[in-house]
């Protein structure tokens, strides 16, 4: 009781740090779950089908995708979070080896030190897993909603296998066990005296030094001093390059994401003009007709492809340049004005459907079939639309 009042005083008094690695534990087991939530149920009902249809293969292998993207986050901020346990706890030792001394001094065997910390990591990970689930299954919505637009499937369900459970909530927190297991190293070695005294013990370091001071010697004269009073603490040089390859990780993952937003960003304001002055007769506090009101010259509609691929789209008739939208090829030129028998579509029928320049696609609405040809993908359209001249 002695042992648990004394080191859970001193644990507590780094409040932030602590809260630090609750929010990392957390976020770990939430990026994992966010994803398995909105996969798991709907590979295992395509898994139970003996035919596919089209839209159901491109989801079959979206879910794939994003199988080894959760697997890749889980590494990432495992990895992560696995760093900033054992900077906490080499922080912690180092400033409260002579409260360890102490304990040793007066009975305490490192085992039951150990343990104690590891029983408090595997507590504050299995909370911090316990919110990431709760989390992530509420955020899975967001995905489902997310792939039933964008591959036009319906059904879709949420639900997780055992198996993923146990990947995203016990695999971490073994992990961050073990890695405070041999954290405990950085005391567990040392002689109860220098604990208390404060000195260090480098003896467990003697190779390492005897290698250094080897490689420092090859170095010119100018450069040995700085490098030799840097190596001599291996331990914090060895934290500070893993915390550099760290945050470039980080940093290129970031980066890559800012890229693909600012490309979804860009393809829909770019060529759009935005700035309008509307004038009313009179003034209005309601729109009494918005259930009944449609946009000029849009409407729902269905677009077959060679293959028999069927979409929901919304056909738009527009006047090209007409300094309300300009539309825009991948490269950024300026597409011309359609053909009575041509369209344009959107880089999402392309990439997720297969449609490409030069097909023969069917148009169907108002129960009638519109033969027409895909003359260019216009890079900037309006998302789940496509483009005819508004004469025809």
Same mark, same amino acid.
């Given at each position: 009781?002695?042992?648990?009042?004394?080191?859970?005083?001193?644990i507590?008094?780094?409040? !932030?740090? &602590?809260?630090?690695?609750?929010?990392?534990s /957390? #976020?770990?087991?939430?990026?994992? =779950?966010?994803v398995r @939530?909105?996969?798991d149920a709907?590979?295992?009902?395509l898994?139970?089908?003996?035919?596919?249809?089209k839209?159901?293969?491109?989801?079959q292998?979206?879910l794939?995708?994003?199988i080894?993207?959760a697997?890749?986050?889980?590494?990432?901020?495992?990895?992560?979070t696995s760093f900033?346990?054992i900077?906490?706890?080499?922080?912690f030792?180092?400033?409260?080896?002579?409260?360890?001394?102490c304990l040793r001094?007066?009975?305490?065997?490192?085992?039951?030190?150990?343990?104690?910390?590891v029983?408090?990591?595997?507590?504050?990970?299995?909370i911090?897993?316990?919110?990431?689930?709760?989390?992530?299954?509420?955020?899975?919505?967001?995905l489902?909603?997310?792939n039933?637009?964008?591959?036009n499937?319906?059904?879709?369900?949420?639900?997780?296998?055992f198996?993923? !459970?146990? &990947?995203?909530w016990?695999v971490?927190?073994? /992990? #961050?066990?073990?890695?405070?297991? =041999?954290?405990?190293q @950085?005391?567990?070695?040392?002689e109860i005296?220098n604990l208390?005294?404060?000195?260090s013990?480098k003896?467990?370091?003697?190779?390492?030094?005897?290698?250094?001071?080897?490689f420092?010697?090859i170095?010119?004269?100018?450069n040995?001093?700085?490098?030799r009073?840097?190596?001599?603490?291996p331990?914090?040089?060895?934290?500070?390059?893993?915390?550099?390859?760290?945050?470039?990780v980080?940093?290129?993952?970031?980066?890559?994401l800012?890229m693909?937003?600012k490309?979804?960003?860009?393809?829909?304001?770019?060529?759009h003009?935005?700035l309008?002055d509307t004038?009313?007769?009179?003034?209005?506090?309601?729109?009494e007709?918005?259930?009944?009101?449609?946009?000029?010259?849009s409407?729902d509609?269905v677009?077959t492809s060679?293959?028999?691929t069927?979409?929901?789209?919304?056909? &738009?008739?527009?006047?090209q340049?007409?300094g309300i939208?300009?539309?825009?090829?991948?490269?950024?030129?300026?597409?011309a004005p359609?053909k009575?028998?041509?369209?344009?579509i959107s880089?999402?029928l392309?990439?997720?459907y297969?449609?490409?320049?030069?097909?023969?696609i069917?148009?169907?609405?108002?129960n009638?079939?519109?033969?027409?040809?895909?003359?260019?993908?216009?890079?900037?359209?309006?998302?789940?639309?496509?483009?005819?001249?508004?004469?025809s």
């Amino acid at each position: 009781m002695y042992l648990c009042k004394q080191i859970t005083r001193e644990i507590l008094k780094n409040k !932030i740090f &602590i809260f630090l690695l609750f929010l990392l534990s /957390i #976020f770990t087991s939430f990026m994992y =779950f966010f994803v398995r @939530f909105s996969i798991d149920a709907n590979m295992k009902v395509l898994n139970s089908l003996s035919v596919l249809s089209k839209n159901q293969l491109l989801y079959q292998n979206a879910l794939n995708s994003n199988i080894i993207l959760a697997q890749n986050f889980l590494i990432v901020l495992t990895a992560l979070t696995s760093f900033v346990f054992i900077m906490f706890f080499y922080r912690f030792y180092k400033s409260n080896g002579k409260q360890i001394g102490c304990l040793r001094a007066l009975g305490y065997k490192n085992s039951v030190l150990r343990n104690y910390f590891v029983s408090f990591t595997a507590l504050l990970s299995f909370i911090g897993s316990l919110f990431g689930f709760i989390f992530g299954k509420l955020g899975s919505n967001i995905l489902i909603n997310a792939n039933k637009q964008s591959y036009n499937v319906t059904g879709l369900i949420k639900g997780i296998n055992f198996s993923s !459970i146990i &990947i995203g909530w016990f695999v971490p927190m073994t /992990i #961050f066990c073990i890695v405070t297991f =041999f954290s405990y190293q @950085f005391v567990g070695h040392m002689e109860i005296g220098n604990l208390i005294s404060g000195t260090s013990n480098k003896r467990g370091f003697s190779k390492l030094l005897k290698f250094v001071n080897s490689f420092i010697k090859i170095l010119p004269i100018k450069n040995k001093i700085p490098y030799r009073i840097a190596f001599r603490k291996p331990i914090s040089v060895l934290l500070i390059i893993t915390a550099i390859m760290g945050f470039t990780v980080m940093f290129v993952m970031g980066y890559s994401l800012n890229m693909i937003s600012k490309k979804v960003f860009l393809s829909q304001t770019v060529g759009h003009k935005y700035l309008f002055d509307t004038h009313f007769a009179k003034f209005k506090t309601s729109d009494e007709e918005k259930n009944n009101a449609m946009y000029y010259l849009s409407y729902d509609i269905v677009v077959t492809s060679p293959n028999g691929t069927e979409v929901e789209q919304q056909i &738009i008739g527009i006047e090209q340049n007409d300094g309300i939208l300009a539309l825009q090829n991948k490269n950024g030129e300026l597409l011309a004005p359609t053909k009575e028998d041509s369209v344009y579509i959107s880089p999402a029928l392309n990439e997720l459907y297969g449609f490409n320049i030069g097909d023969k696609i069917m148009l169907i609405f108002n129960n009638k079939d519109y033969a027409l040809t895909i003359k260019d993908i216009a890079d900037n359209a309006k998302l789940k639309s496509v483009y005819i001249s508004k004469t025809s």
